[in-house]
């Protein structure tokens, strides 16, 4: 029987963009198992950044022009959508644009603040086609995982334009299974896995993180923190659900955000909030809950809910 440590990695084509890579030998039906696992992870679970709000000076909504600018509002926000940003820590950014005379504006004439990068500076947002003209706006960069609708992002504050982000640094992941041979053995599989970025993380970062996010989860399955133990007597139902609550909120104060099954929208709002682990949202008065941005009714109880399994209320 192969073991883990027989596997080899190796990369047969790698730029800052893509890469292809080989994993052999595997045992039969393991390639397809690992493949859609990390496809999965790959394509959903990478964090990135991403533009969330816009607000245009005199613009109040997306169905107008701007004087002397050839695309429309709509078309300027499909553009900044399409900016791919790395930023440094979880707050949001707000980054600035100022741009005047006839022209391109590209990403690279955005304002940075210090943390934030543009992975691709060429991306154009507009055309100025008068030397009067100007095109002045405020970007909200947030970081985030997946994909997140504008509702997500809607505020009450006047001219503020909410828009779809996706936050995902990778934008393709395929893999195919080959036979592999040990020996006079051909019953073991290769696993050929392609990734595409966007430049934000390179294939093998974004392979790693992937790697260790279901190795997060295994690990917790492995240690049993929800399981009871054996022993020679026979335990009671009330032993067995005060053995269980103990376990629980024992393990807790481990568990991080990403691992609770919570909407991506509530595991957002909690990274936002800087709250990493079940033990800091266990602690977090009831105030302070209801004070955390896009956390409405439904997604407090569904936190009490979580906190009342693991035993910490």
Known sequence: MLVPSDLKIKSEVADPTFARFALEPLPAGYAHTLGNSLRRVLLSSIPGAAITSVKFAEVNHQFTTI??????????????????FTMVGNDPQVVS??????????????????????????????????????????????????????????????????????????????????????????????????????????PKEALMAASKT???????IAEGRESVGVSGAVETPEEIETHTSKKRSDGARDILIEELSLPTRTTNALKKAEIKNLAELAALPDEELYKIKNLGGKSIEEIKDILKKEGLI
Request: net charge negative; hydrophobic share 40%; charged share 20%.
């Open 97 to 202: 644009l100022h741009a005047k005379g006839v022209g391109e504006v590209t990403a690279s004439d955005l304002d940075l603040p210090a943390g934030v990068t543009v992975v691709n500076p060429d991306q154009v947002v507009a055309t100025i086609g008068s030397k009067s003209a100007r095109l002045e706006a405020e970007l909200m960069v947030s970081s985030g995982v997946g994909y997140e609708s504008s509702e997500e992002h809607e505020t009450n504050k006047v001219g503020v334009i909410a828009i779809d982000s996706l936050f995902s640094p990778v934008l393709t992941v395929s893999y195919k299974v080959e036979p592999a041979r040990i020996g006079q053995k051909s019953d073991f599989d290769r696993l050929i896995l392609e990734i595409t970025t966007s430049g934000a993380i390179s």
């Open 214 to 220: 279901l190795v997060g989860f295994f690990s917790r």
């Open 67 to 84: 004087p002397g600018v050839a695309e429309d509002v709509v078309d300027i926000i499909l553009n900044l959508k399409s900016i791919r």
